[in-house]
C-alpha cells in the first residue's frame, strides 16, 4: 500500500533523508519513532509530495506521488500533529468541506454517522470547529479518513498532546481502520502507544532507517531500550 | 469542485465579521462620495440656473422698457439707458450671454477638473471672460481632492481588495489548514483560485449595487451604454487588483510581505507613476509659468492702449467701407476704437496662447500615451471623461466662447457701426450659445 524506495532528501546540504526504504502494507501500522529531526515527518511529507524527493520514489498504492500527485492523494488521509479546521464551521461543516475536496458528497444523517463512529460526541457535531480541543479535531481527521474511505493513513505525532484517555481512544481508532484494511504510516515519540497499536517499528536516526522490527517480537522494555541506544548513537 | 469551495467560501463569510465590515464601508463610502458629487453638481447647476435667470431678466427688462418707450409710456433720456442701443444691449451693465459648459449626467461620479477649470463665461463686446464659482475655495479642499465616487472607486476599493485577498494561502498556513488543504487530491491553486473569485464576485455585487442603487437615486441614467460601460470598467479595475492578489498569494509568502507588496503596488500605480509621468512631461514640455502669461497679457493690453489711434487708422484704412460717417455722436466714435482695440488684443493674446497651450497638449499627449502603465490612471480618467468634468470637456468653454463671441459681434457691430437701433422683433434674433 504504501512504499518508499531509496528516498534521499538534502536541504541545503544537511541530509534530511537518506536512502530511506520502508514498505507498509494493508491492515498494518507501522510506527515511525526517533528523535526531533530523525526524518520522520519527511518521510511523511514525501508520502504526502508536499516535497520534492532528490533521489528515491515513493509509492501509494502502486502511484509514484510525484508524478501523480493529485491520484496518490485520492488514497491518502493525513492527520498532522496539530490538525487545524476551519474555525467558522462546524465539526460537520468542514468534514463535508474536506470530503467534497475528495469529490465525495455525502449527506448530513452519513457525516454525522461517521463523526460519532470517529468517536465524536454527537452535540459536537455543529459546534464551531474553533470551540473544539485538539481531540475533538484529531476525530474530526478520522471521520474524514472513514468517510473518505481511503487505505492509506499518514499520521504526524497525532497523540502529542494528548491527554492519555484521548490518545487511548485515538489507538482504538487506529485499530479500528487498521482492522477495515487500512495501512498506517505513524510518526511518533510515543512508545508505549507505538507498542500497543502498531503491528511494526521503524526506529530512524540522522535520516536513515536504523531498526524495523514487528512489535509483537519485542516487550516495553525492549523497544525502549532499543530506542534509547539508537538514540545514543 | 470551483462550486463545492465557493459554497463553504460563502458559509465562512457569513459566519465572519468582515463581510459585513466590508460592506458597511463600501456602502458608507460610496454614500459620501455620492453625496459629494451630487452636492457639487447641485452647486453647478445652481449656478448655471441664477446666471441665466439674470440674464433672461436682463433681456426681458429691456424688451418691456422698449415697448413702453415704443407706445410713448416712458422717454429715454440718456443713449446709454436707451434698450434700442446695440451697446446697451451687448456691452453694458448686465448685458451679454453666458456661455456654459452643462454638467453631464453622470456628472455625480466624478468632480474631475471641474473645481479648476471654469464651467461658464459671460460673452461680451469686448469683456469676455470665464467666470468661476471656486475662486475663494480654500486651496487645502482643492490639495486634497474630492471624496466622490472616483476617489472612492480608484483609491479606497483597491485598499478592500487588498485586505480580502492578501492572504488568501498564508492565512491558511499560519492557521494551520494549509497542510489538511495540500493533501487533498486537489491542487491548492484550484482552491486559491476559487477564493479570489468568491472574493471578486462577492466586492463586486456589493460595489455595483451601492454604486448602481446610488446613481438611480440621483437620476442618472444607468440603463444607457454609459452605464454598462461603467459597470465593465468597475469589474475590469476590480479584476485588475484581484488578479494582482492572485499572482502574490501564488508566491507562497508570509502575510505580512503579502501586504507589504500589494500595499507598494498600491502607492506605485497611484501615487510614484502619476506623479513620475507628470514629471516626465514636465521635463520633456516644460510649460512657462503663469506669471510669464499674466504679464505677457498685461503687456499686449497696454501695448494696444499706447497704440489705439494707430491701430484705429490701420483699421479704417484697411476697411474703408466701415468708415463712419462725419456726424455719428462721440460716444460710438469712442466705442469704435475700443473695439478695434479689442480685436487686436483678442488675436494677440490667442497668438500668445498658442505658445502656452502648445507644450500643455504635448504633455498630454505624451501623459495620454503612458497612462497604459498605470490601471488606477486609466480608470480615473475613465470616469473623468463619463461624468463630463475633464480637462478637455472644461477646457472647450474658451473655444465655444470664442466662437459665440464672433457669433455676438457679427449680430451687433455692423448694427453699432450703422447706429441701426433695435426693434422688439429683433429681440428674438439677439443670438445665444
Same mark, same amino acid.
Given at each position: 500500500?504504501?512504499?518508499?524506495?531509496?528516498?534521499?532528501?538534502?536541504?541545503?546540504?544537511?541530509?534530511?533523508?537518506?536512502?530511506?526504504?520502508?514498505? =507498509?502494507?494493508?491492515?498494518?501500522?507501522?510506527?515511525?519513532?526517533?528523535?526531533?529531526?530523525?526524518?520522520?515527518?519527511?518521510?511523511?511529507?514525501?508520502?504526502?509530495?508536499?516535497?520534492?524527493?532528490?533521489?528515491?520514489?515513493?509509492? =501509494?498504492?502502486?502511484?509514484?506521488?510525484?508524478?501523480?500527485?493529485?491520484?496518490?492523494?485520492?488514497?491518502?488521509?493525513?492527520?498532522?500533529?496539530?490538525?487545524?479546521?476551519?474555525?467558522?464551521?462546524?465539526?460537520?461543516?468542514?468534514?463535508?468541506?474536506?470530503?467534497?475536496?475528495?469529490?465525495?458528497?455525502?449527506?448530513?444523517?452519513?457525516?454525522?454517522?461517521?463523526?460519532?463512529?470517529?468517536?465524536?460526541?454527537?452535540?459536537?457535531?455543529?459546534?464551531?470547529?474553533?470551540?473544539?480541543?485538539?481531540?475533538?479535531?484529531?476525530? =474530526?481527521?478520522?471521520?474524514?479518513?472513514?468517510?473518505?474511505?481511503?487505505?492509506?493513513?499518514?499520521?504526524?505525532?497525532?497523540?502529542?498532546?494528548?491527554?492519555?484517555?484521548?490518545?487511548?481512544?485515538?489507538?482504538?481508532?487506529?485499530?479500528?481502520?487498521?482492522?477495515?484494511?487500512?495501512? =498506517?504510516?505513524?510518526?511518533?515519540?510515543?512508545?508505549?502507544?507505538?507498542?500497543?497499536?502498531?503491528?511494526?517499528?521503524?526506529?530512524?536516526?540522522?535520516?536513515?532507517?536504523?531498526?524495523?522490527?514487528?512489535?509483537?517480537?519485542?516487550?516495553?522494555?525492549?523497544?525502549?531500550?532499543?530506542?534509547?541506544?539508537?538514540?545514543?548513537? | 469542485?470551483?462550486?463545492?469551495?465557493?459554497?463553504?467560501?460563502?458559509?465562512?463569510?457569513?459566519?465572519?465579521?468582515?463581510?459585513?465590515?466590508?460592506?458597511?464601508?463600501?456602502?458608507?463610502?460610496?454614500?459620501?462620495?455620492?453625496?459629494?458629487?451630487?452636492?457639487?453638481?447641485?452647486?453647478?447647476?445652481?449656478?448655471?440656473?441664477?446666471?441665466?435667470?439674470?440674464?433672461?431678466?436682463?433681456?426681458?427688462?429691456?424688451?418691456?422698457?422698449?415697448?413702453?418707450?415704443?407706445?410713448?409710456?416712458?422717454?429715454?433720456?440718456?443713449?446709454?439707458?436707451?434698450?434700442?442701443?446695440?451697446?446697451?444691449?451687448?456691452?453694458?451693465?448686465?448685458?451679454?450671454?453666458?456661455?456654459?459648459?452643462?454638467?453631464?449626467?453622470?456628472?455625480?461620479?466624478?468632480?474631475?477638473?471641474?473645481?479648476?477649470?471654469?464651467?461658464?463665461?459671460?460673452?461680451?463686446?469686448?469683456?469676455?471672460?470665464?467666470?468661476?464659482?471656486?475662486?475663494?475655495?480654500?486651496?487645502?479642499?482643492?490639495?486634497?481632492?474630492?471624496?466622490?465616487?472616483?476617489?472612492?472607486?480608484?483609491?479606497?476599493?483597491?485598499?478592500?481588495?487588498?485586505?480580502?485577498?492578501?492572504?488568501?494561502?498564508?492565512?491558511?498556513?499560519?492557521?494551520?489548514?494549509?497542510?489538511?488543504?495540500?493533501?487533498?487530491?486537489?491542487?491548492?491553486?484550484?482552491?486559491?483560485?476559487?477564493?479570489?473569485?468568491?472574493?471578486? @464576485?462577492?466586492?463586486?455585487?456589493?460595489?455595483?449595487?451601492?454604486?448602481?442603487?446610488?446613481?438611480?437615486?440621483?437620476?442618472?441614467?444607468?440603463?444607457?451604454?454609459?452605464?454598462?460601460?461603467?459597470?465593465?470598467?468597475?469589474?475590469?479595475?476590480?479584476?485588475?487588483?484581484?488578479?494582482?492578489?492572485?499572482?502574490?498569494?501564488?508566491?507562497?509568502?508570509?502575510?505580512?510581505?503579502? @501586504?507589504?507588496?500589494?500595499?507598494? @503596488?498600491?502607492?506605485?500605480?497611484?501615487?510614484?507613476?502619476?506623479?513620475?509621468?507628470?514629471?516626465?512631461?514636465?521635463?520633456?514640455?516644460?510649460?512657462?509659468?503663469?506669471?510669464?502669461?499674466?504679464?505677457?497679457?498685461?503687456?499686449?493690453?497696454?501695448?494696444?492702449?499706447?497704440?489705439?489711434?494707430?491701430?484705429?487708422?490701420?483699421?479704417?484704412?484697411?476697411?474703408?467701407?466701415?468708415?463712419?460717417?462725419?456726424?455719428?455722436?462721440?460716444?460710438?466714435?469712442?466705442?469704435?476704437?475700443?473695439?478695434?482695440?479689442?480685436?487686436?488684443?483678442?488675436?494677440?493674446?490667442?497668438?500668445?496662447?498658442?505658445?502656452?497651450?502648445?507644450?500643455?497638449?504635448?504633455?498630454?499627449?505624451?501623459?495620454?500615451?503612458?497612462?497604459?502603465?498605470?490601471?488606477?490612471?486609466?480608470?480615473?480618467?475613465?470616469?473623468?471623461?463619463?461624468?463630463?468634468?475633464?480637462?478637455?470637456?472644461?477646457?472647450?468653454?474658451?473655444?465655444?466662447?470664442?466662437?459665440?463671441?464672433?457669433?455676438?459681434?457679427?449680430?451687433?457691430?455692423?448694427?453699432?457701426?450703422?447706429?441701426?437701433?433695435?426693434?422688439?422683433?429683433?429681440?428674438?434674433?439677439?443670438?445665444?450659445?
Amino acid at each position: 500500500m504504501l512504499e518508499a524506495n531509496s528516498l534521499t532528501k538534502i536541504y541545503s546540504g544537511f541530509t534530511a533523508l537518506s536512502d530511506l526504504s520502508l514498505q =507498509v502494507n494493508e491492515g498494518e501500522i507501522y510506527c515511525l519513532l526517533g528523535a526531533n529531526g530523525a526524518g520522520k515527518s519527511t518521510t511523511i511529507n514525501l508520502f504526502l509530495n508536499f516535497i520534492e524527493a532528490d533521489s528515491g520514489t515513493a509509492y =501509494v498504492n502502486g502511484l509514484n506521488v510525484s508524478e501523480k500527485p493529485v491520484e496518490s492523494k485520492k488514497h491518502i488521509t493525513y492527520i498532522p500533529e496539530n490538525l487545524s479546521l476551519y474555525k467558522n464551521l462546524s465539526g460537520l461543516e468542514n468534514l463535508a468541506f474536506f470530503c467534497g475536496l475528495s469529490g465525495m458528497k455525502l449527506d448530513d444523517a452519513a457525516l454525522r454517522e461517521t463523526l460519532t463512529a470517529a468517536g465524536l460526541q454527537p452535540d459536537a457535531a455543529d459546534k464551531k470547529a474553533g470551540q473544539y480541543s485538539k481531540g475533538m479535531r484529531q476525530k =474530526v481527521g478520522i471521520a474524514l479518513a472513514m468517510a473518505r474511505n481511503t487505505k492509506v493513513l499518514l499520521l504526524d505525532e497525532p497523540t502529542s498532546g494528548l491527554d492519555p484517555a484521548a490518545s487511548n481512544e485515538f489507538a482504538e481508532l487506529l485499530r479500528k481502520m487498521r482492522d477495515q484494511g487500512a495501512a =498506517v504510516l505513524m510518526a511518533t515519540h510515543d512508545l508505549f502507544r507505538a507498542k500497543e497499536t502498531g503491528n511494526k517499528i521503524g526506529i530512524m536516526s540522522n535520516g536513515k532507517l536504523v531498526e524495523e522490527q514487528p512489535t509483537s517480537s519485542l516487550t516495553h522494555q525492549q523497544l525502549e531500550r532499543l530506542y534509547l541506544s539508537h538514540l545514543a548513537n | 469542485m470551483i462550486r463545492h469551495i465557493l459554497y463553504y467560501e460563502l458559509k465562512k463569510s457569513l459566519a465572519d465579521r468582515w463581510l459585513w465590515i466590508v460592506s458597511i464601508i463600501l456602502i458608507a463610502t460610496t454614500a459620501t462620495g455620492l453625496y459629494e458629487g451630487h452636492r457639487l453638481t447641485e452647486a453647478r447647476l445652481n449656478s448655471l440656473e441664477f446666471v441665466r435667470t439674470q440674464e433672461a431678466n436682463f433681456y426681458a427688462s429691456q424688451l418691456e422698457r422698449l415697448k413702453q418707450k415704443e407706445a410713448g409710456e416712458i422717454e429715454i433720456e440718456n443713449w446709454w439707458q436707451d434698450p434700442a442701443n446695440p451697446l446697451v444691449l451687448s456691452a453694458f451693465g448686465a448685458a451679454g450671454k453666458h456661455v456654459v459648459i452643462e454638467p453631464g449626467p453622470f456628472s455625480v461620479l466624478a468632480a474631475g477638473q471641474s473645481d479648476i477649470f471654469p464651467f461658464y463665461g459671460k460673452v461680451r463686446l469686448t469683456a469676455s471672460q470665464p467666470l468661476r464659482d471656486n475662486a475663494f475655495e480654500n486651496p487645502i479642499h482643492k490639495l486634497n481632492g474630492k471624496f466622490d465616487l472616483a476617489f472612492v472607486l480608484v483609491w479606497l476599493l483597491p485598499l478592500i481588495v487588498i485586505a480580502l485577498g492578501y492572504n488568501l494561502r498564508s492565512s491558511e498556513r499560519e492557521s494551520g489548514t494549509l497542510s489538511l488543504l495540500q493533501s487533498m487530491p486537489v491542487p491548492v491553486n484550484t482552491v486559491l483560485r476559487a477564493k479570489i473569485i468568491y472574493r471578486y @464576485a462577492l466586492i463586486s455585487i456589493i460595489t455595483l449595487s451601492c454604486l448602481f442603487g446610488g446613481l438611480l437615486l440621483f437620476g442618472v441614467p444607468v440603463f444607457s451604454l454609459s452605464g454598462l460601460g461603467l459597470a465593465a470598467t468597475v469589474l475590469l479595475y476590480l479584476g485588475f487588483w484581484f488578479l494582482l492578489c492572485y499572482l502574490i498569494n501564488l508566491t507562497e509568502t508570509s502575510s505580512a510581505v503579502n @501586504a507589504v507588496l500589494l500595499f507598494g @503596488a498600491w502607492i506605485t500605480l497611484l501615487l510614484i507613476v502619476p506623479s513620475l509621468l507628470n514629471t516626465i512631461a514636465n521635463a520633456l514640455h516644460p510649460v512657462p509659468s503663469r506669471a510669464v502669461w499674466v504679464t505677457e497679457r498685461r503687456a499686449i493690453g497696454q501695448e494696444a492702449t499706447q497704440k489705439q489711434d494707430e491701430l484705429v487708422e490701420t483699421y479704417f484704412a484697411n476697411h474703408p467701407q466701415e468708415v463712419p460717417e462725419e456726424d455719428i455722436p462721440d460716444y460710438l466714435e469712442i466705442w469704435n476704437a475700443r473695439l478695434i482695440r479689442a480685436d487686436y488684443v483678442r488675436e494677440r493674446q490667442q497668438q500668445a496662447q498658442l505658445a502656452f497651450e502648445q507644450p500643455v497638449q504635448a504633455q498630454k499627449a505624451l501623459v495620454n500615451r503612458l497612462k497604459y502603465l498605470s490601471p488606477p490612471m486609466l480608470f480615473q480618467s475613465y470616469l473623468e471623461k463619463l461624468s463630463g468634468n475633464n480637462a478637455d470637456r472644461l477646457r472647450n468653454l474658451d473655444h465655444k466662447m470664442m466662437a459665440f463671441q464672433n457669433e455676438w459681434n457679427d449680430f451687433f457691430v455692423t448694427r453699432l457701426q450703422r447706429l441701426e437701433y433695435l426693434t422688439p422683433e429683433d429681440f428674438d434674433q439677439i443670438p445665444s450659445p
